[in-house]
């Protein structure tokens, strides 16, 4: 199993910015991505960003060029910083890590993008 502990999520305004961590522990060998995905109210859970064990991003169209997905090895940890938020941003995120035999998932960590 792999545990996975999210932060940085909280209110910001129209075209701020926010930092999101996920801390992973456990069973970390088997792990072949790690993204993050968003679930606003009434929509579906939607794929964000992701990066693979060998670094390979990828973004929602939504998102692009706005959201960067990084990771520190040495920490076991994912960011996604997020810049010029808008509105329609507003969920919340969750973290994930696809290992081999299924999927971990974080608690979520909520993003509000409001003035």
């Known amino acids: 199993q792999v545990q996975l502990v999210e932060s940085g999520g909280g209110l910001v305004q129209p075209g701020g910015s926010l930092r999101l961590s996920c801390a992973a522990s456990?069973?970390?060998?088997?792990?072949?991505?790690m993204g993050w995905y968003r679930q606003a109210p009434g929509k579906q859970r939607e794929l964000v960003a992701s990066?693979?064990?060998?670094?390979?991003?990828g973004y929602a169209g939504s998102v692009k060029g706005r959201f960067t997905i990084s990771r520190d090895n040495a920490k076991n940890t994912i960011y996604l910083q997020m810049n010029s938020l808008k509105p329609e941003d507003t969920a919340v995120y969750y973290c994930n890590a696809r290992r081999t035999d299924g999927n971990s998932w974080g608690q979520g960590t909520q993003v509000t993008v409001s003035s």
């Open positions: 456990g069973r970390m060998f088997d792990i072949l991505a």
């Open positions: 990066i693979s064990s060998g670094g390979t991003t």
